[in-house]
């Protein structure tokens, strides 16, 4: 999740493998049917190594195990 501290410097988007990073009405959101929290492709969550002001947060809504990740990120590679 992104809290409204994003200043919208671009820089998260361009990172984010699965095109779940999208401008939202007053700063960017993610979309946690595409987040796979870089699950299949990194070791570690590239929009949050970026994020030059640490507001990508953990979504308090939506937990995962790395096993539901794997699974998202498979069936999204087959669409």
């Known amino acids: 999740m ?37 699950v299949g492709f990194y070791d570690h969550q590239t929009c949050v190594e970026v994020c030059p002001i640490e507001c990508i947060v953990e979504h308090p809504d939506v937990r995962e195990s790395q096993e539901q990740l794997l699974a998202k990120f498979k069936a999204l590679r087959i669409v």
């Open 2 to 38: 992104i809290t409204d501290a994003c200043i919208n410097c671009d820089m998260c988007l361009a990172e984010c493998p699965n095109q779940a990073i999208f401008e939202g009405e007053q700063y960017y959101e993610i979309d946690v049917e595409r987040c796979t929290e870089c």
